[in-house]
């Protein structure tokens, strides 16, 4: 027989109905998210993408029963900028995000958390560079 194709929106439902979360996968103005300096049709009308993800969340925590603590983001490509951008604009209501294939915005703003690969990076230096000891703040 034929296998109809699995999008992401769908692979991400079926793991949340399977171990028992909650997934919602909004769609951004035009296919886009304002991601502060980028993209499409959502920056050029400078629609208001994290005042419509907090209210998002605020109705979901009206509606279901969701635990505030727990609330995570992600995307892809301009889906990961708008990640980067909720995280620092939001990092009250979002717990971490798991962006995929996009830049971290001006590098400007200031996470809590690091990539995996910067902190690989750091922790071969302190191997190799012998006079590197004590506290480093990563």
């Excluded at 400007?108 to 506290?135: C, N, P, T, Y």
Aim: hydrophobic share 45%; charged share 20%.
């Amino acid at each position: 027989g034929r296998y109809a194709p699995i999008t992401l929106g769908k692979a991400k439902q079926l793991l949340a109905d399977a171990e028992g979360f909650i997934a919602v996968h909004p769609n951004g103005i035009g296919s886009t998210w304002n991601g502060g300096l980028c993209c499409g049709q959502a920056m050029n009308d400078d629609v208001d993408d994290v005042g419509f993800t907090a209210a998002l969340l605020d109705r979901l925590a009206r509606d279901l029963c969701v635990d505030e603590r727990r609330v995570y983001a992600t995307g892809m490509s301009n889906g990961a900028i708008i990640s980067y951008f909720l995280a620092s604009k939001l990092s009250d209501r979002i717990a971490a995000i798991a962006p995929v294939g996009g830049p971290m915005g001006t590098g400007k703003q200031w996470f809590s958390w690091i990539h995996i690969e910067d902190l690989v990076e750091a922790l071969l230096l302190a191997i190799k560079r012998k006079s590197m000891k004590g506290v480093f703040n990563m």
